[in-house]
Protein backbone atom coordinates (compact mmCIF):
# COMPACT_ATOMS: atom_id res chain seq x y z
CA UNK A 1 0.00 0.00 0.00
CA UNK A 2 1.33 3.36 -0.81
CA UNK A 3 2.18 6.17 2.11
CA UNK A 4 3.21 9.54 2.67
CA UNK A 5 5.39 11.11 5.64
CA UNK A 6 5.52 14.53 6.35
CA UNK A 7 7.38 14.54 9.36
CA UNK A 8 7.13 18.38 9.57
CA UNK A 9 4.01 19.43 11.72
CA UNK A 10 4.64 22.86 11.60
CA UNK A 11 7.34 25.24 10.35
CA UNK A 12 8.42 28.87 11.23
CA UNK A 13 9.97 30.91 8.78
CA UNK A 14 11.15 34.57 8.07
CA UNK A 15 9.55 36.07 5.17
CA UNK A 16 12.39 36.16 2.32
CA UNK A 17 14.25 33.39 4.32
CA UNK A 18 14.14 29.76 2.30
CA UNK A 19 12.13 26.80 2.25
CA UNK A 20 12.16 23.23 2.15
CA UNK A 21 9.33 21.07 3.16
CA UNK A 22 9.79 17.87 3.35
CA UNK A 23 7.81 14.38 1.93
CA UNK A 24 8.95 10.98 1.77
CA UNK A 25 6.98 8.56 0.21
CA UNK A 26 6.02 4.60 -0.01
CA UNK A 27 5.32 3.20 -2.99
CA UNK A 28 6.76 -0.05 -4.97
CA UNK A 29 6.57 1.41 -8.71
CA UNK A 30 6.98 4.78 -10.44
CA UNK A 31 4.62 7.03 -8.53
CA UNK A 32 2.78 10.19 -9.60
CA UNK A 33 3.79 12.90 -6.86
CA UNK A 34 2.15 16.04 -6.05
CA UNK A 35 2.19 19.17 -3.83
CA UNK A 36 -1.24 20.98 -2.70
CA UNK A 37 -1.37 24.16 -0.98
CA UNK A 38 -4.55 24.85 1.23
CA UNK A 39 -5.58 28.25 2.67
CA UNK A 40 -7.87 28.18 6.12
CA UNK A 41 -11.20 27.06 5.15
CA UNK A 42 -10.66 26.73 1.43
CA UNK A 43 -10.18 23.76 -0.68
CA UNK A 44 -6.43 22.76 -2.16
CA UNK A 45 -4.82 24.10 -4.83
CA UNK A 46 -2.01 22.01 -6.64
CA UNK A 47 1.68 23.85 -6.84
CA UNK A 48 3.40 20.70 -9.03
CA UNK A 49 3.23 17.37 -10.06
CA UNK A 50 5.52 14.83 -11.00
CA UNK A 51 5.09 11.87 -13.41
CA UNK A 52 8.23 11.24 -15.12
CA UNK A 53 11.23 13.09 -17.03
CA UNK A 54 13.03 15.77 -15.04
CA UNK A 55 13.34 14.93 -11.66
CA UNK A 56 13.36 18.74 -10.59
CA UNK A 57 10.03 20.38 -11.01
CA UNK A 58 8.79 23.55 -11.48
CA UNK A 59 5.23 24.86 -9.93
CA UNK A 60 3.18 27.57 -9.91
CA UNK A 61 4.35 30.43 -7.30
CA UNK A 62 7.97 30.16 -7.01
CA UNK A 63 7.86 26.87 -5.66
CA UNK A 64 9.77 23.68 -6.98
CA UNK A 65 10.49 20.18 -5.89
CA UNK A 66 12.76 17.70 -6.92
CA UNK A 67 12.20 14.07 -7.01
CA UNK A 68 14.85 11.73 -5.62
CA UNK A 69 14.06 7.86 -5.99
CA UNK A 70 16.83 6.59 -3.95
CA UNK A 71 15.55 8.61 -1.06
CA UNK A 72 11.94 7.81 -1.88
CA UNK A 73 11.53 11.59 -1.25
CA UNK A 74 9.50 14.76 -3.20
CA UNK A 75 10.56 17.82 -1.12
CA UNK A 76 9.44 20.74 -1.77
CA UNK A 77 11.29 23.95 -1.93
CA UNK A 78 11.02 27.60 -2.45
CA UNK A 79 14.13 30.44 -2.34
CA UNK A 80 12.94 32.96 -0.84
CA UNK A 81 8.98 32.88 1.51
CA UNK A 82 6.62 35.74 1.24
CA UNK A 83 4.33 36.49 3.60
CA UNK A 84 1.44 35.14 1.94
CA UNK A 85 2.65 31.65 1.37
CA UNK A 86 1.58 31.04 5.14
CA UNK A 87 -0.66 28.35 4.50
CA UNK A 88 -1.15 24.06 4.74
CA UNK A 89 1.39 22.21 2.55
CA UNK A 90 -0.06 18.38 1.59
CA UNK A 91 2.35 16.29 -0.55
CA UNK A 92 0.36 13.52 -2.43
CA UNK A 93 1.14 9.70 -4.10
CA UNK A 94 -0.79 8.51 -6.82
CA UNK A 95 -0.35 4.88 -8.59
CA UNK A 96 -0.35 6.22 -11.99
CA UNK A 97 -2.74 6.51 -14.40
CA UNK A 98 -5.83 3.61 -14.86
CA UNK A 99 -8.34 2.82 -17.41
CA UNK A 100 -11.33 4.98 -16.76
CA UNK A 101 -10.01 8.49 -15.60
CA UNK A 102 -7.90 9.01 -12.48
CA UNK A 103 -7.02 7.42 -9.87
CA UNK A 104 -6.92 7.50 -5.77
CA UNK A 105 -4.22 9.35 -4.08
CA UNK A 106 -3.03 9.41 -0.78
CA UNK A 107 -1.95 12.57 1.27
CA UNK A 108 0.42 13.10 3.60
CA UNK A 109 -1.12 14.92 7.16
CA UNK A 110 0.23 18.41 6.48
CA UNK A 111 2.89 21.00 7.25
CA UNK A 112 1.58 24.24 8.70
CA UNK A 113 3.75 26.78 7.23
CA UNK A 114 3.89 30.16 9.65
CA UNK A 115 5.72 33.20 7.91
CA UNK A 116 7.38 35.98 10.38
CA UNK A 117 7.33 39.11 9.03
CA UNK B 1 -15.57 28.77 -16.14
CA UNK B 2 -14.65 25.01 -15.55
CA UNK B 3 -14.64 23.94 -12.30
CA UNK B 4 -16.00 22.28 -9.23
CA UNK B 5 -18.68 23.75 -6.62
CA UNK B 6 -20.28 22.31 -3.41
CA UNK B 7 -23.17 23.73 -1.33
CA UNK B 8 -23.67 24.67 0.99
CA UNK B 9 -20.53 26.31 2.29
CA UNK B 10 -21.77 25.68 5.59
CA UNK B 11 -24.03 23.02 7.04
CA UNK B 12 -25.58 22.63 10.65
CA UNK B 13 -27.39 18.86 11.57
CA UNK B 14 -29.27 17.98 14.64
CA UNK B 15 -28.12 14.49 15.94
CA UNK B 16 -30.13 11.56 14.36
CA UNK B 17 -30.59 13.86 11.22
CA UNK B 18 -29.08 13.16 7.62
CA UNK B 19 -27.73 15.55 5.38
CA UNK B 20 -26.81 15.59 1.82
CA UNK B 21 -23.54 17.70 0.54
CA UNK B 22 -23.94 18.22 -2.82
CA UNK B 23 -20.81 17.72 -5.90
CA UNK B 24 -21.00 19.16 -9.25
CA UNK B 25 -18.16 19.80 -11.56
CA UNK B 26 -18.07 20.73 -15.33
CA UNK B 27 -14.65 19.31 -16.09
CA UNK B 28 -15.84 16.78 -17.65
CA UNK B 29 -14.16 14.22 -15.81
CA UNK B 30 -14.57 10.89 -15.20
CA UNK B 31 -13.92 10.25 -11.09
CA UNK B 32 -14.80 11.98 -8.51
CA UNK B 33 -13.73 11.59 -4.97
CA UNK B 34 -15.18 12.59 -1.11
CA UNK B 35 -12.61 13.44 1.88
CA UNK B 36 -13.03 14.25 5.09
CA UNK B 37 -10.25 16.87 6.70
CA UNK B 38 -9.90 16.64 10.84
CA UNK B 39 -7.47 18.99 12.60
CA UNK B 40 -4.06 17.06 11.98
CA UNK B 41 -5.48 14.17 9.90
CA UNK B 42 -5.06 15.37 6.36
CA UNK B 43 -7.45 14.17 4.30
CA UNK B 44 -8.91 10.75 4.43
CA UNK B 45 -10.90 9.03 1.36
CA UNK B 46 -14.30 8.43 1.91
CA UNK B 47 -15.82 7.42 -1.46
CA UNK B 48 -14.54 7.42 -4.92
CA UNK B 49 -15.86 6.89 -8.32
CA UNK B 50 -14.43 5.88 -11.46
CA UNK B 51 -17.39 6.60 -14.10
CA UNK B 52 -21.30 6.95 -13.68
CA UNK B 53 -22.98 4.23 -11.97
CA UNK B 54 -20.22 2.92 -9.94
CA UNK B 55 -18.32 3.84 -6.64
CA UNK B 56 -16.11 2.44 -4.43
CA UNK B 57 -15.36 2.54 -0.59
CA UNK B 58 -12.48 4.66 0.42
CA UNK B 59 -10.95 4.45 3.62
CA UNK B 60 -13.43 5.70 6.25
CA UNK B 61 -17.16 5.07 4.06
CA UNK B 62 -18.38 3.73 7.62
CA UNK B 63 -21.46 6.11 7.83
CA UNK B 64 -21.29 7.87 4.38
CA UNK B 65 -23.25 6.91 1.38
CA UNK B 66 -22.89 8.25 -2.24
CA UNK B 67 -24.52 8.14 -5.57
CA UNK B 68 -22.90 8.67 -9.32
CA UNK B 69 -26.77 8.93 -11.74
CA UNK B 70 -24.80 11.46 -13.85
CA UNK B 71 -21.14 12.29 -14.93
CA UNK B 72 -20.96 15.89 -13.22
CA UNK B 73 -22.65 15.06 -9.73
CA UNK B 74 -21.76 12.81 -6.85
CA UNK B 75 -23.49 13.97 -3.64
CA UNK B 76 -22.71 12.59 -0.31
CA UNK B 77 -25.03 11.69 2.19
CA UNK B 78 -23.83 12.07 6.13
CA UNK B 79 -26.18 9.22 7.90
CA UNK B 80 -26.99 9.16 11.43
CA UNK B 81 -25.17 6.18 11.86
CA UNK B 82 -22.00 8.14 11.20
CA UNK B 83 -20.70 9.03 15.11
CA UNK B 84 -18.22 11.74 15.03
CA UNK B 85 -19.58 13.91 11.63
CA UNK B 86 -18.28 17.23 12.57
CA UNK B 87 -15.31 18.12 9.49
CA UNK B 88 -14.60 19.66 6.81
CA UNK B 89 -15.77 17.65 3.43
CA UNK B 90 -14.11 18.46 0.20
CA UNK B 91 -15.03 16.84 -3.40
CA UNK B 92 -12.52 16.62 -6.08
CA UNK B 93 -12.25 15.34 -9.49
CA UNK B 94 -10.03 14.20 -12.09
CA UNK B 95 -9.14 12.66 -15.36
CA UNK B 96 -6.44 10.35 -16.03
CA UNK B 97 -3.53 11.56 -14.88
CA UNK B 98 -4.48 11.64 -11.30
CA UNK B 99 -4.26 15.30 -10.67
CA UNK B 100 -7.16 15.62 -8.44
CA UNK B 101 -9.33 19.71 -8.97
CA UNK B 102 -10.73 20.33 -5.16
CA UNK B 103 -13.93 22.07 -4.30
CA UNK B 104 -14.07 24.63 -1.57
CA UNK B 105 -15.55 22.71 0.42
CA UNK B 106 -18.60 21.74 2.90
CA UNK B 107 -17.95 22.84 7.08
CA UNK B 108 -20.22 20.29 8.40
CA UNK B 109 -21.21 20.84 12.13
CA UNK B 110 -23.60 18.73 14.35
CA UNK B 111 -25.31 21.03 16.95
Known amino acids: AQSVTQPDIHITVSEGASLELRCNYS??????LFWYVQSPGQGLQLLLK??????LVQGIKGFEAEFKRSQSSFNLRKPSVHWSDAAEYFC???????????????FGTGTQLKVEL | DGGITQSPKYLFRKEGQNVTLSCEQN?????MYWYRQDPGQGLRLIYY???????QKGDIAEGYSVSREKKESFPLTVTSAQKNPTAFYLC??????????FGPGTRLTVL
Open chain 2, 92 to 101: ASSSWDNEQF
Open chain 1, 27 to 32: YGATPY
Open chain 1, 50 to 55: YFSGDT
Open chain 1, 92 to 106: AVGAGAVTGGGNKLT
Open chain 2, 27 to 31: LNHDA
Open chain 2, 49 to 55: SQIVNDF
